[in-house]
């Protein structure tokens, strides 16, 4: 499976922009989708996921009520809409595709494929 994440760019404390990242080659039957985020000098985080069909959707806490996550299957693409930026969101936002549910989703670990990641930066 190759990703393609994009969307990224620089806007202001307050703003919105949507991220969009792509699934192309051998694509399982079934996948959960993941953005997961690494600021500058910071692991790489956990930042939302949804589930095959996008019934079901998680957050970390410091995006919950700002960042939606949602999916289009027909396009093989999953979104994030995020919205009222703050400087502390600046990072490279990484999509990423698991196959395995058995464990929380929430791990780096977890995750088979990996984009190559946009770059968001807030100014303040």
């Known amino acids: 499976v190759q990703l393609q994440a994009c969307g990224g760019g620089l806007v202001q404390a307050g703003g919105s922009l949507r991220l969009s990242c792509a699934a192309s080659g051998r694509i399982p039957r079934y996948y959960e989708m993941g953005w997961f985020r690494q600021g500058p000098g910071k692991e790489r985080e956990f930042v939302a996921r949804i589930n095959f069909s996008g019934s079901s959707t998680y957050y970390a806490e410091f995006v919950k009520g700002r960042f939606t996550v949602s999916r289009d299957n027909a396009k093989n693409t999953m979104y994030l809409q995020m919205n009222s930026l703050k400087p502390e969101d600046t990072a490279v936002y990484y999509c990423?595709?698991?196959?395995?549910?058995?464990?929380?989703?929430?791990?780096?670990?977890?995750?088979?494929?990996w984009g190559q990641g946009t770059l968001v930066t807030v100014s303040s």
């Open positions: 990423a595709v698991r196959t395995d549910y058995g464990t929380s989703g929430y791990s780096t670990d977890e995750y088979h494929y």
